[in-house]
């Protein structure tokens, strides 16, 4: 059961680097969502998807865009990588929406822009 | 504004203690999810709860609605429970309009 799975788990970015990281969930999920974690602080909600096709801005979207064209997979794509970007990123999905179910997280990975 | 408090940040215990782990949200929510993060860094789902008690194993999640406050318990506390405990409360929507707390920091001492 790989639930949800996240590639890469590390990554080292040069400042003005493009890369995309990749979430893939088999449990047929309609929700998916990416999260940054930064210390001291709570996960941050950066963008999310309430269906294949659809995506949605969530709290802190900025310098990020995705795409849900598959219904398994959900892309987070940094265009310019910008030092502040670094942080541990999170993939979830869920059944319904959060109030409704529980949310499965992938591993995350660690991104380093130098 | 939308805030979820957590207390302790951090808390270091003996082994089979009963632990407690705080959240305090600032406005009405429709749920409320505990996660456990573990020290490799992967996050799992606890519970979610909008009223009441649950229960699974040895961890109790409680939540009062009026008090705007949610409680984790850990009962025999074991050095495997070490891990970062959060709380995020959703605010509405079907979304995904979850706010994170900031975390606890568990540590169970053999």
């Known amino acids: 059961n790989a639930g949800v799975t996240q590639t890469p788990k590390f990554r080292v970015l040069k400042t003005g680097q493009s890369m995309t990281l990749l979430c893939a969930q088999d449990m047929n999920h309609e929700y998916m969502y990416w999260y940054r974690q930064d210390p001291g602080m709570g996960l941050r909600l950066i963008h999310y998807?309430?269906?294949?096709?659809?995506?949605a801005k969530g709290e802190v979207p900025d310098g990020y865009n995705v795409s849900r064209l598959k219904k398994q997979n959900f892309l987070l794509g940094l265009e310019s990588a910008a030092p502040s970007q670094t942080s541990v990123y999170f993939c979830?999905?869920?059944?319904?929406?959060?109030?409704?179910?529980?949310?499965?997280f992938g591993q995350g990975t660690r991104l380093t822009v130098v | 504004k939308n805030e979820v408090e957590q207390s302790p940040q951090n808390l270091t215990a003996q082994e089979g203690e009963f632990i407690t782990i705080n959240c305090s949200y600032s406005?009405?929510?429709?749920?409320l999810h505990w996660l456990q993060q573990h020290p490799r860094g992967g996050i799992v789902s606890l519970f979610m709860?909008?009223?009441g008690k649950k229960k699974h194993g040895r961890l109790i999640a409680t939540i009062n609605i009026q008090e705007k406050h949610s409680s984790l318990h850990i009962t025999a506390s074991h050095p495997r429970d070490s891990a970062v405990y959060i709380c995020a409360g959703n605010y509405g929507g079907s979304q995904g309009n979850l706010i994170f707390g900031k975390g606890t920091k568990l540590s169970v001492k053999p």
């Open positions: 979830a999905s869920s059944r319904e929406g959060h109030p409704n179910t529980e949310a499965f």
């Open positions: 709860l909008s009223s």
């Open positions: 406005v009405g929510i429709s749920a």
């Open positions: 998807s309430v269906g294949e096709g659809t995506t």
